[in-house]
């Protein structure tokens, strides 16, 4: 609790907090949002020095005016230095219009976890619409942009569960003795259902969010990481087959409309992580809820 700073956040969390393992996790998600805040907070600081706005109001990456040029996961402790990469592509891929004597406009666009580049395209790089189907393209794109802000959300969960998952693994958070035969007996039941392929082989895929500078520094992370993996015990193997399975599931399809059956399998799956401490997102627990205004109401 003495890591977060802000007074406000601190007694939130202590509102929110069932039990000791919960007021542990939330206090370490609120004390790592200000960190991320904080460095969000100077890329856009230096971004602004490079000459970059920030994208208007009705800016969106996914719409037809606007085109992406890259985007910066701010959680990232080297993102500064990434900051930095991106800003010198960016400069010597544009270069000088060779229509104008103006340079193009690079704004910045502040979303779930990252910074998105993204320009006005030009006129000729606009596709003309045919005036019949125009109605129809409106409607699609609406429902990719939902579908596509649905999917940062939960993309940014996962990756939760995914770390939760790992800390667990390193001992970082317990639960009860006497829960671990119903925890595992309900993981194991979870993987028959889902019909999961078990193998040594695929629990690396639980550490997929690890960046490394070079080929070989991977190449020798993944030795440790085989290592480490093979002397996983029963739970440790379940938890990390658990994290990886909760990956696969989403509680949207790909036309933003609330699937009810995964949602539930989610929520129901969910729980064994709850006995550890963990909390759901508030913005993911709508799309688990199937409250969340972004869905688009399924045809029938």
């Not at 800016?59 to 930095?84: F, H, M, V």
């Not at 990719?144 to 001992?171: A, H, S, T, V």
């Not at 997929?208 to 085989?226: G, H, I, P, V, Y």
Request: hydrophobic share 30%; net charge negative; charged share 40%.
């Amino acid at each position: 609790l003495e890591k977060i700073k802000d007074p406000k956040k601190r007694d939130e969390v202590l509102k929110r907090a069932e039990g000791n393992d919960n007021l542990k996790f939330l206090a370490e998600q609120a004390a790592k949002d200000e960190v991320y805040a904080e460095r969000r907070d100077a890329i856009v600081r230096y971004l602004e020095c490079e000459g970059m706005f920030k994208a208007p109001k009705d800016a969106n990456r996914w719409g037809s005016e606007w085109l992406g040029l890259g985007s910066i996961d701010y959680s990232q402790p080297d993102c500064g230095k990434t900051a930095r990469e991106d800003v010198k592509r960016i400069k010597e891929e544009m270069g000088i219009d060779p229509m104008s004597n103006d340079t193009e406009v690079v704004y910045f666009l502040p979303d779930y976890g990252t910074i998105i580049y993204i320009k006005k395209k030009r006129e000729y790089e606009v596709e003309d619409e045919d005036e019949t189907s125009a109605s129809a393209e409106s409607e699609r794109k609406k429902k990719q942009r939902k579908y596509n802000e649905i999917r940062q959300i939960w993309d940014e969960q996962q990756k939760q569960i995914r770390l939760f998952c790992r800390d667990i693994i390193d001992g970082k958070y317990k639960c009860k003795e006497k829960d671990i035969p119903e925890i595992q007996e309900n993981i194991w039941y979870f993987l028959l259902d889902r019909g999961t392929y078990l193998s040594y082989a695929e629990l690396p895929d639980l550490y997929e969010d690890d960046t490394f500078e070079s080929k070989e520094e991977e190449m020798e992370n993944d030795a440790l990481l085989n290592d480490k993996i093979s002397q996983f015990d029963m739970l440790q193997s379940m938890i990390a087959c658990l994290g990886i399975q909760l990956g696969e599931l989403s509680p949207a399809n790909f036309h933003a409309e609330y699937e009810v059956k995964e949602a539930l399998e989610i929520k129901e799956r969910m729980k064994i992580l709850e006995k550890f401490g963990f909390s759901i997102r508030e913005d993911a627990r709508s799309l688990l809820d199937g409250t969340s205004s972004l869905y688009e109401e399924a045809d029938e």
